[in-house]
């Protein structure tokens, strides 16, 4: 509850232009889930279902950040990853997945976190916090 | 011619003589007298044959076969007339020759100191007295002649069914000696025959007074060999008079033995010609007969050696057969036993096994059969003795017996082979059987060659010495190698405790022949007994990898349930918080959803054990202080630590070495240990957390101890404690500790579980101290 008056504070601040965050996931529910959760955190927040619609969406939507799932039917997240990076080698990218043992793959330090994915998001939130630079 | 003359009365006399019983010399004395007295000469003689020189006067009487009448005595001619004659030249004198059909039988002689004359009356009755004495002295040597006859005859026939009467060897020579006793009229009888291994003489049969020195041997022997009859007077001043007479026994113009007699039975004469020709009659006349005994003997003693030899055979056999219908070891072993004991196999009483252990070099107890007592023996036999059946059978059917107090004495004894006095261990050393016979003391206590005081020189022996159930007077007992493939594997020892019967040396032959045999078998056995085990342990492996198998693939259906159920459950969770913050506090609404959070924090929960424990991670070994890892884990716990809850004695050794491990998985295995032993103490407890170092076959370790003061784990759940799904826990899938348990393992450490129910569980980790690698 704490967490959700601070979000709220600094949705109305108004002081600094609204982050961008696309986030990339197979799953709608979760997709519904993270855009509820984060513009509520005060985030103007972009859905893609797989990686070629994250990367078509990457040049439309320019976003802050991008919270990638791994596991996708066509392009997987750990592909799209290597995409964005040849051309967005500062964008902040988490790596987001339901099991840790991508945490192996190498790929996956060409991203800036990575987090296992929970129905507690306080730690996806406040990483999210910390990559953008806003705690 | 003086005096009268009464030729009557003198040939009355002559006559009564001539055909009274006394003896002839005493006859011819008494004849002579008569004469003497009736002619009144002054010397009246007969003269023997012998006596006669052939220089003399007399041999000329006796060649022109006529008397000599000599009245006028100095006139006679006395030149040549050897001196024995001499004394025969009387004044007057007259020598009248007797003969029967062919030979002399002697003079009769009449002599007078003065001058006379020889009326024709005297003469004529002198020729006649001396018809009738050699009539006399005829008739005296045919009832010598017919008297022999007789006594030779009855002698054959005495022999003849000696013969008939017997063809038992030492009958035979009893009756040949008792009868030679009592045609010879011997004091003493010997009766030799040649063996016919060695070829010495032998006494067979030695009866009544003979003299056994060494002349005796040496005149035997030489009878033997020269085969020729032999007669010995021997009449010294010193030695006492002796005779002996011995004839050989031939056969085929070969000796093999003989026969000799001993001293008259009258006083003083000794054995004659006529006595050794009889006795060389009853060798001949014995010799075929006793070579025919001598054959049977041989062929039946042969008969019997051979029967023996099959039945051993056969009882062999039939122990083999036995020793077949197994290959378990103590099976074997017991029957091993079983056969040595049974009065259809060895017979011996009680039978003991100890079995070489060539690690230590020491002879182990490993077996025993025998009754405790002489009376359990007895109700033993008796009830073995009405059973029916072979050997093979009746010893597969006794119940193995492992109750007797001698089996279990004998399980407890070791005996080092270098402790040489004990006639197990040299049994053992030297690979041959011992048949030993300890005799009583004059205490009437065995005597015992060992300074312990044992009647064995081993335990076995004290044990025997205070067990005898009787007092024997003597104890007996031996002891065989048992060989197995060229190798003595262990001793057998018997004894006969109980009937006490002697121990043969062909009873050890026949036992050291079982137990070549049972080595064998004992040695196959042990080795189907090895292949066993090994068989065992594969089947072993082979369930463990045929679990291992169904685990994995369990792993991978839960990693893609897990994966499939992850998602869903991070969005319901997620809207659940959601609405939660819209519901007001209080509500009964607010309950609703605080329930889904948290029971879909829990699947989480699960469903992060499940992916850990099957995660295949790739480890990362690094060089770790274990104390680090133990104050990281220990950290992630600290809430009930705090609280006051659970007081933490920690015991850190100060010099710890280092371990190479993957930290990541360390400390969650502590993690896990240390939250587990908060959980086992539900309201206050203590919780011990100990490391340290120690050194073992020149190796470093290090010990990690995690000790609650719960309740303990029950014993029944104790080895499931490392299985993955097994949890006594409602809130957990049961992965903890099978995950302590793989990760030590990769980690090449141990783990071990003290557990005291009620009181608290001690779990301790062993892992290798990191090598010296710095040196």
Redesign the interface.
């Known amino acids: 509850m704490i967490l959700v008056v601070k979000g709220m504070s600094q949705a109305h601040s108004g002081v600094k232009p609204m982050k961008k965050i696309l986030v990339v996931d197979d799953e709608e529910s979760i997709r519904f889930l993270y855009k509820e959760e984060l513009e509520e955190e005060g985030y103007i927040v972009e859905c893609a279902g797989n990686g070629e619609e994250a990367l078509e969406k990457l040049f439309v939507f320019r976003p802050d950040l991008i919270s990638l799932d791994i596991k996708m039917p066509g392009m997987d997240g750990l592909e799209a990853l290597k995409r964005i990076r040849q051309t967005e080698r500062q964008l902040p990218i988490i790596l987001c997945s339901a099991y840790g043992e991508y945490k192996q793959d190498l790929t996956t330090w060409a991203s800036d976190a990575y987090v296992v994915k929970c129905a507690d998001l306080t730690n996806f939130k406040s990483t999210i916090r910390k990559l953008l630079g806003l705690s | 011619m003086p005096g009268p003359l009464h030729p009557c009365d003198l040939l009355k006399s002559i006559l009564q003589l001539s055909n009274s019983t006394i003896p002839i010399d005493v006859k011819l004395d008494q004849m002579l007298q008569s004469i003497s007295g009736a002619f009144q000469s002054d010397q009246c003689l007969f003269l023997t044959p012998e006596k006669i020189d052939k220089n003399g006067f007399l041999s000329r009487v006796v060649s022109e076969k006529k008397p000599l009448w000599v009245e006028d005595g100095p006139s006679f001619p006395k030149e040549n007339v050897p001196l024995e004659e001499a004394e025969l030249l009387c004044p007057t004198f007259a020598c009248i020759p007797l003969y029967d059909e062919t030979s002399l039988q002697g003079i009769l002689y009449i002599g007078y100191s003065k001058h006379t004359r020889f009326s024709p009356e005297e003469t004529d009755l002198l020729l006649l007295i001396g018809e009738v004495m050699g009539g006399v002295i005829r008739n005296d040597d045919l009832h010598l002649k017919a008297e022999e006859t007789i006594s030779e005859l009855t002698a054959l026939h005495e022999m003849g069914r000696a013969v008939t009467f017997t063809l038992k060897l030492e009958n035979l020579f009893e009756l040949i000696v008792t009868t030679g006793l009592k045609i010879l009229k011997a004091k003493g009888g010997v009766l030799r025959v040649e063996d016919p291994r060695t070829g010495e003489l032998k006494v067979k049969c030695s009866l009544g007074d003979y003299h056994q020195n060494p002349l005796d041997e040496k005149m035997a022997r030489r009878v033997f060999y020269t085969r020729t009859p032999l007669s010995f007077n021997h009449s010294g001043e010193e030695k006492p008079v002796f005779s002996v007479l011995c004839a050989p026994f031939l056969s085929k113009g070969k000796a093999f033995g003989t026969l000799a007699f001993y001293d008259r039975d009258s006083d003083s004469s000794k054995f004659n010609e006529k006595d050794l020709q009889r006795l060389s009659m009853m060798a001949n006349q014995m010799s075929c007969a006793i070579e025919n005994a001598l054959t049977h003997y041989e062929t039946s003693r042969m008969a019997q050696e051979h029967e023996k030899r099959v039945k051993e055979l056969s009882t062999l056999w039939e122990l083999n057969k036995t020793l077949l219908t197994t290959v378990n070891f103590e099976r074997t072993l017991h029957l091993t036993l079983t056969a040595i004991t049974i009065g259809e196999g060895l017979k011996f009483n009680r039978a003991m096994l100890f079995l070489v252990n060539e690690k230590d070099r020491v002879l182990e107890g490993t077996i025993a059969v025998g009754p405790d007592s002489a009376e359990e023996a007895g109700k033993i036999w008796d009830s073995l003795s009405l059973r029916k059946g072979t050997p093979s059978d009746l010893i597969t059917q006794l119940p193995p017996e492992d109750h007797s107090t001698l089996n279990s004495i004998v399980k407890g004894i070791q005996i080092p082979l270098a402790q040489e006095h004990c006639i197990l261990s040299r049994t053992v050393l030297e690979g041959r059987p011992f048949n030993t016979q300890l005799p009583q003391s004059k205490e009437g206590e065995l005597q015992t060659p060992c300074e312990r005081g044992c009647h064995l020189g081993s335990e076995v022996g004290c044990y025997v010495g205070e067990h005898l159930s009787r007092n024997p007077k003597v104890y007996s007992f031996a002891t065989v190698p048992l060989i197995g493939k060229g190798k003595v594997i262990g001793v057998i020892l018997v004894d006969n405790l109980y009937n006490q019967n002697p121990i043969t040396e062909e009873d050890i032959h026949f036992l050291s022949m079982f137990a070549n045999q049972a080595g064998l078998a004992i040695e196959n056995a042990s080795l189907y007994r090895n292949l066993e085990e090994v068989h065992q342990e594969l089947k072993e492996t082979q369930t463990f990898l045929i679990h291992l198998e169904k685990m994995v693939a369990l792993g991978e259906m839960s990693t893609t349930i897990a994966?499939e159920i992850?998602?869903?459950?991070?969005?319901?969770?997620?809207?659940?918080?959601?609405l939660d913050?819209t519901v007001p506090e209080g509500s009964q609404e607010k309950k609703y959803s605080e329930t889904i959070?948290k029971e879909?924090?829990r699947l989480?929960r699960i469903l992060n054990d499940l992916?850990?424990y099957t995660?295949d991670?790739?480890l990362v070994f690094k060089e770790l202080d274990l104390r680090d890892i133990l104050e990281e884990s220990l950290s992630m716990v600290t809430e009930e630590i705090h609280s006051g809850r659970i007081q933490l004695v920690k015991e850190f050794g100060e010099e710890i070495p280092k371990i190479i491990g993957d930290s990541h998985q360390l400390k969650q295995i502590f993690f896990n240990l240390i939250n587990n032993a908060c959980q086992a103490m539900k309201e206050k407890g203590t919780l011990f957390v100990r490391i340290y170092s120690f050194s073992k076959n020149g190796s470093s370790y290090v010990k990690v101890e995690v000790e609650d003061s719960g309740k303990g784990v029950d014993p029944e759940n104790l080895h499931n404690i490392f299985n993955p799904f097994y949890s006594t826990k409602e809130s957990s899938l049961g992965l903890g500790l099978p995950m302590v348990h793989r990760i030590i393992t990769s980690h090449r450490g141990q783990i071990e579980v003290d557990n005291h129910p009620g009181k608290g569980v001690n779990f301790i980790i062993t892992l290798p101290a990191r090598e010296g690698r710095e040196k």
């Not at chain 2, 992850?566 to 959601?578: D, H, V, W």
């Open positions: 994966h992850k998602n869903p459950l991070t969005s319901i969770g997620g809207f659940a918080r959601r913050r959070i879909v924090s989480e992916l850990n995660r991670e790739s």
